[in-house]
């Protein structure tokens, strides 16, 4: 079974750039706003799309994801008004990936047959859930196994500390056990402590040592499976970062989001997309 994140991916390769994976905020006052956002980020370049289903633990989120998670909370908005949303992505853009970005407690609350069976109806591609305890638990859920079995991606996130592990430590067998089981692609965090929208991140060269650390684990272990820079990331110098580090694929939420939550119309963030994507090719430089 061939999962559509590979196969896009595996497309801006051929096309010489760098995939983009956007977030799709939820609108708490009209979801029928957050498809048209949704819209406009496929128009405008992007090749992954994440569906953010609000946790009521922000772990992992920064000032602007945690306002755009509980602003739909405040509203009244259902978790399962959200996959029919995602239901509704998926009829509009049925060749564009879709992943599910929540944390395991939605799973746990709504109960991991329920969570499984409406991202199944809705025929999503994966779920970026960070504080599944895979490694640290052993799938004692059998979330993993579940997404392996259905042909569905988890991905993974791998800070800066466990990519550039010393051999013969905990964090380097972390690092072994995900280098494993990665699918799709594995996020490699552009920021210490993971934070998303962050303003410290790490440098040029902390980048590409963590990306290509990874990659030769992978290798090592018999995965193909890409690598994607997560946090932080926003403008020229970023996606620039990104190319360097020779990962195949980069996630923005916060910048465009934010853009929204100031008041900025769809067609102004849609600019700043197209933009974005403009940058994506590999074989130029990116413009000022």
């Known amino acids: 079974m061939t999962n559509r994140i590979n196969d896009t991916i595996r497309r801006a390769q051929a096309d ?5 994976i956007g977030l799709v905020p939820i609108e708490p006052d009209s979801m029928a706003h957050s498809l048209r956002i949704a819209n406009a980020m496929v128009q405008s370049g992007v090749d992954i799309l994440m569906a953010h289903i609000p946790n009521w633990i922000p772990w992992m989120e920064g000032k602007t994801l945690q306002r755009a998670a509980q ?10 008004q959200i996959f029919d949303f995602i239901t509704a992505l998926r009829k509009q853009h049925p060749q564009v990936p879709i992943i599910n970005m929540t ?14 069976r409406l991202s199944e109806e809705a025929d ?8 599944y305890p895979l490694v640290s638990c052993e799938d004692k859920f059998g979330f993993y196994e579940r997404c392996v079995k259905d042909g569905r991606h988890l991905i993974l996130a791998i800070s800066y500390e466990i990519a550039t592990a010393k051999e013969g430590t905990q964090e380097y067998q972390m690092l072994l056990e995900m280098a494993k089981r990665a699918r799709g692609f594995a996020f490699i965090m552009n920021a210490p402590g993971g934070k998303s929208g962050s303003d410290v991140k790490l440098s040029n060269e902390e980048l590409r040592s963590a990306v290509q ?6 290798k090592a272990q018999g995965n193909d499976c890409y690598t994607s820079i997560v946090c ?8 620039e970062k990104v190319k360097h580090s020779g990962a195949e694929s980069f996630m923005i ?22 933009g974005i994507r403009n940058m994506c090719d590999l074989d130029c430089e990116v413009p000022g």
Not at 213 to 218: E, F, G, I
Request: aromatic fraction near 8%; charge should be negative; glycine fraction near 10%.
């Open 103 to 116: 944390l395991y407690d939605t799973s746990l609350t709504m109960g991991q047959e329920t969570f499984l």
């Open 232 to 239: 932080g990331i926003s403008g020229k110098e970023d996606i």
């Open 253 to 274: 939420g916060s910048a465009y989001i934010q853009m929204l939550q100031d008041g900025k119309s769809l067609e102004e963030v849609s600019s700043y997309l197209q």
């Open 124 to 131: 999503v591609d994966g779920f970026d859930i960070p504080n």
């Open 213 to 218: 650390r990874v990659k030769a684990v992978m």
């Open 16 to 20: 010489g750039r760098v995939a983009f």
């Open 71 to 80: 602003e739909p909370r405040n509203a009244g908005i259902s978790r399962e």
